[in-house]
């Protein structure tokens, strides 16, 4: 079965750097796009950016120009590279994936889910 399992989360201070991976386990081919979510306690899962087959990028407003969705296809990873880091970034984030075409910006179409890497910005 398919498996994501993400890395690289911690606690950073305001203004810090952190970036994550996501491994693809379990699947031989490329996915149609994958993504990263992120979930603050008491609050909705929301997309932080996706990254499309042709390796366009979708960015939340809040994260743009700070974060840098990539993937290395040969490697079956994807990155977030997350620069500027402030308090309100604190959250768990998920990798996200979809093997046929749709969004990975949208929580209902997405068909694999990590299980979460803690990201804790302090100020």
């Known amino acids: 079965q398919v498996q994501l399992v993400e890395s690289g989360g911690g606690s950073v201070q305001a203004g810090g750097s952190l970036r994550l991976s996501c491994l693809v386990f379990g699947y031989g081919y490329s996915m149609y796009c994958m993504g990263w979510f992120r979930q603050a306690p008491g609050k909705e899962r929301e997309a932080v950016a996706s990254i499309g087959s042709d390796g366009s990028p979708t960015y939340a407003d809040s994260v743009k120009g700070r974060f840098t969705i990539s993937k290395d296809n040969a490697k079956n990873t994807l990155y977030l590279q997350m620069n500027s880091l402030n308090p309100e970034d604190t959250a768990m984030y998920y990798c996200?994936?979809?093997?046929?075409?749709?969004?990975?910006?949208?929580?209902?179409?997405?068909?694999?889910w990590g299980q979460g890497t803690q990201v804790t910005v302090s100020s």
């Open positions: 996200a994936a979809r093997p046929w075409y749709g969004s990975c910006y949208s929580r209902g179409e997405i068909d694999y």
